[in-house]
């Protein structure tokens, strides 16, 4: 068995799977039944300032998108941080930090842009013992409009101006959570760095409509006829966030920052591509609030699993393995050719791979009268578009040519030799090859 | 009361409410959540085997989409468009050997989408709104006769209403329907569903249907086509073919296919009457309604006696196990040679059988099965022909439907070619009136 433990900015837990700061960590009940089902470590559900909480919304908090058989493929949410009193947030996660030494307990924070709503806070929550603190520039709907959340996420300077606050009154490790609603995610990364941020956290949740309900012709989840944008998250985001995490994990400026991984983290698989991203630990919501608790059994002998086939012997060998195989696509290798090959012993006829080959790509796979689907070579340019649309996994696959073969397409001998476009004679700004 | 001991031929076998249990649905229809999980499961093929596999070629990949996608009525359309009676055809197409055969998950996981299932979900939803979704077109003033009020006919019809035509339909019997109303199994069309459904049908408008008016009897070949201009004949098997066997006429030995018709027109089922033990001759369709009745009533024993062996047997091997599921006996490679019995049958005498490639040949060996009631099932034939030229024994047509006779088309059972389903006879039909159709408006 492969060694989950994970050590994430001093930080031990007993594996890297955490629960995101969001409606299953907002309470002790919640918590102790994630920590009894085996969880690494929570994210506390966004602590406010003192005073009143915040209300929510008396109606439905959450809209959905589907796959086949309902599957929940995409959740979107209009509830806010914890509507419960500071002071109780504080004395539950005392007493379970308490009770739960060897699990990574973090506070989540969300309080004004000023010095001194920080300053009061941060005493507080040092005070329950808890082993860090996340900061929510994230949250896109309701506290954003208040100056907070994702309104902060989306200015750099904010970003690096609280973290340095957070960094002086704090003296625990701080990570911060940064909103996807931006255009770089590099820029407020950055600027987190600046602060002196231990950390990274991303994504936080999408801007998001699911759907248009088409009789009162009001966006859901609908709350008296009327929607509001809320912040999307589940499977559907995953690639999203997994290219944020990527661009920050191999920009120079931000190579090296610790990332907590978030957005759609569904299996095992999911975690571990996160992690071979340059994630320490990953945390995850939607999936819990779709199966709840017990699925972290799965992730955690799937990767112990994996891992041990793949002879890793701790989370920390796998973090950021993929990193250097991001690059931008001017670097990819031109004289990489493939095609497509169907294996005709699990082809089950459907033609999936026809249609779309025929009606949207580029003619290059041939049905005969007895639905025998072969590809044509001469037309093939390897788009996967085949692979991606059937419905038998490994089915179709993208098989390379080695180099000396005559790609048929194109009449060309497949080189050895790595080029890509900033050399290609097309490119307008290319460089000659030494 | 009786009991499945009661020697004889005997009513009351079963209390009602284990009757009742017994003939309601051999497929429940799907809830709408059935319906929805069923239809994720296709995977909307090109050119879908399973819609070449369809004799009236529904696009089943279209319908389940719409079915999916929250428009049952759509997806009704679809199917309507297609074949009328999708109903009926919902509720007894052998899908296991058709569309539900060629499904490509069938291929990949033997477990096809429930393609039969999710028709009848789609076309339940449209009729139950009791609305006809079609209309007609501008009256013609062109009048056309269809013999035979059954799959065939009907579908022959309801295309001529609408495209404007004025359609008169001749049955022999007094009720319409055909095959559909009395020739399937009772628990495969509940609620006097065949009846309902020529009623929702003929709310296209433009069809008067005639009861009691069979061809060669009231009807006369020779004044329908002098009084119509176009005569489509689907009329069915009406003959059923003699066993040849000793002892053929003595009290209990009866035709299948009688048997099912009562036994679906029969309003309490507490009352009908059936055998301690049953013997089918047969191995078709015919033979599993009426021994799967026959268990579902309450006999003690049944047995279906088929002269080849499993392979040969025209009725599905999902037909062969549904029957022995419910307690009948499969019993291959036996013929009858005797009837034995004082006035009424006691006993009936088989020989075994064997082909070594020439053919099927007794093997002089016999067994005795008791009977009180010996089913014959083997087929039926052509009680009618109109004087047209046969093919076999069947009516030769060529085209959509043409037989030798100008102004005179044929489809469904009766007419050479296709399987004797329902569904076929509905693309007979429908195939026949587009034909009619085009030589009715000169532009054939």
Request: aromatic share 6%; net charge negative.
């Amino acid at each position: 068995m492969a060694d989950l433990t994970t050590d994430f900015l001093g930080i031990k837990s007993p594996n890297p799977f955490w629960l995101a700061s969001a409606p299953p960590t907002d309470k002790e009940y919640n918590v102790r039944r994630a920590f009894e089902a085996g969880w690494g470590g929570v994210v506390w559900k966004t602590l406010g300032s003192e005073g009143p909480p915040v209300v929510n919304v008396n109606g439905p908090r959450y809209g959905a998108i589907y796959g086949a058989d309902r599957r929940l493929l995409g959740l979107n949410n209009i509830e806010l941080i914890t509507d419960r009193p500071l002071e109780v947030n504080l004395e539950e996660i005392t007493r379970v930090k308490a009770d739960y030494p060897d699990r990574a307990m973090i506070v989540s924070i969300m309080v004004p842009c000023e010095e001194q709503a920080w300053k009061d806070i941060l005493p507080r929550v040092a005070a329950t013992g808890a082993d860090g603190i996340e900061l929510n520039f994230g949250c896109p709907h309701g506290m954003s409009e208040r100056g907070m959340g994702a309104a902060v996420g989306q200015v750099p300077e904010y970003i690096e101006m609280v973290t340095r606050w957070c960094k002086q009154y704090y003296d625990k490790p701080v990570i911060v959570k940064l909103t996807p609603n931006i255009t770089d995610v590099r820029k407020p990364a950055a600027a987190a760095m600046r602060g002196g941020a231990d950390a990274v956290s991303l994504i936080n949740t999408i801007n998001s409509i699911t759907s248009v309900n088409l009789d009162t012709m009001s966006p859901e989840p609908s709350i008296d006829g009327k929607g509001s944008h809320g912040g999307y998250c589940g499977p559907a985001v995953k690639p999203i966030a997994m290219s944020m995490v990527s661009e920050i994990a191999r920009h120079p400026d931000t190579h090296g920052l610790p990332i907590s991984g978030i957005g759609g983290i569904t299996t095992w698989r999911d975690a571990a591509e996160f992690i071979s991203l340059g994630c320490g630990n990953v945390q995850v919501c939607t999936a819990a609030m779709t199966y709840g608790f017990k699925i972290v059994e799965e992730m955690k002998s799937g990767l112990s699993q994996w891992m041990d086939e793949k002879g890793y012997t701790s989370v920390e060998e796998v973090v950021g393995r993929a990193v250097p195989n991001v690059t931008d696509w001017q670097y990819l290798n031109l004289n990489y050719v493939a095609k497509a090959k169907i294996n005709q012993d699990d082809c089950i006829k459907c033609g999936r791979c026809y249609a779309a080959c025929e009606d949207t790509s580029h003619q290059a796979i041939a049905m005969s009268e007895d639905r025998t689907f072969t590809v044509i070579d001469e037309e093939c340019v390897a788009c996967n578009l085949c692979v991606d649309v059937c419905p038998v996994e490994d089915c179709i696959t993208m098989e390379a040519m080695e180099p000396g073969e005559v790609d048929p397409r194109t009449g060309k001998v497949v080189e050895k030799e790595y080029a890509n476009w900033t050399t290609h004679p097309n490119n307008p700004g290319a460089v000659a090859a030494e | 009361m009786s009991s499945p001991m009661t020697p004889g031929i005997a009513v009351a076998r079963l209390p009602a409410d284990a009757l009742a249990e017994n003939f309601t649905d051999l497929h429940a229809p799907f809830a709408p959540h059935e319906a929805a999980v069923a239809a994720d499961r296709c995977y909307f093929c090109h050119d879908a085997p399973c819609v070449t596999a369809c004799p009236t070629d529904i696009d089943i990949p279209l319908f389940i989409r719409q079915i999916s996608t929250g428009t049952a009525e759509a997806a009704a359309k679809t199917i309507f468009d297609q074949n009328i009676l999708g109903g009926m055809c919902a509720r007894v197409c052998p899908t296991e050997d058709l569309c539900e055969q060629a499904c490509v998950r069938e291929l990949a996981e033997g477990k096809p989408v429930e393609i039969g299932r999710l028709q009848r979900f789609a076309t339940d939803t449209l009729m139950a709104k009791q609305r006809h979704p079609y209309d007609r077109a501008p009256e013609t003033g062109k009048k056309v006769a269809v013999v035979g009020a059954g799959p065939a006919g009907l579908a022959c019809a309801h295309r001529l209403a609408m495209y404007g035509h004025d359609v008169t339909i001749y049955d022999a019997e007094a009720k319409a329907g055909g095959l559909n109303e009395f020739g399937i199994a009772a628990y495969k069309s509940t609620d006097d569903f065949a009846a309902r459904e020529v009623d929702w049908l003929l709310g296209i408008g433009g069809i008067t249907i005639k009861t009691g008016m069979g061809l060669g009897k009231e009807l006369k070949m020779d004044d329908l086509v002098g009084c119509f201009p176009a005569v489509f004949l689907g009329v069915g098997l009406g003959g059923v073919n003699a066993l040849h066997s000793d002892g053929e006429d003595k009290n209990g030995v009866d035709d299948a296919v009688d048997f099912i018709k009562e036994l679906r027109q029969a309003s309490d089922l507490t009352t009908f009457p059936v055998g301690r033990d049953v013997v089918v001759i047969g191995g078709g369709m015919t033979a599993v309604d009426a021994a799967v009745q026959s268990k579902l009533l309450g006999a003690q024993n049944v047995t279906i006696a088929y002269r080849r062996g499993r392979d040969a047997m025209s009725a599905s091997r999902y037909e062969q196990d549904l029957a022995a599921s419910k307690g009948v006996r499969l019993m291959f490679n036996a013929q009858p040679v005797a009837i034995h019995g004082n006035g009424a049958v006691r006993e009936i005498e088989l020989e075994y059988t064997s082909d070594d490639g020439n053919g099927l040949k007794g093997t002089g060996e016999t067994i005795r099965l008791a009977a009180d009631q010996v089913f014959k099932a083997i087929g039926q034939t052509l009680t009618t022909d109109g004087g047209l030229v046969l093919e076999g024994r069947k009516i030769a047509v060529t085209g959509a439907g043409r037989t030798s006779r100008d102004g005179v088309w044929a489809g469904g059972d009766c007419a050479s070619g296709g399987d004797d389903l329902t569904v076929t006879a509905v693309a007979e039909g429908r195939d026949a009136a587009m034909d009619i159709h085009a030589t009715l408006m000169g532009s054939n």
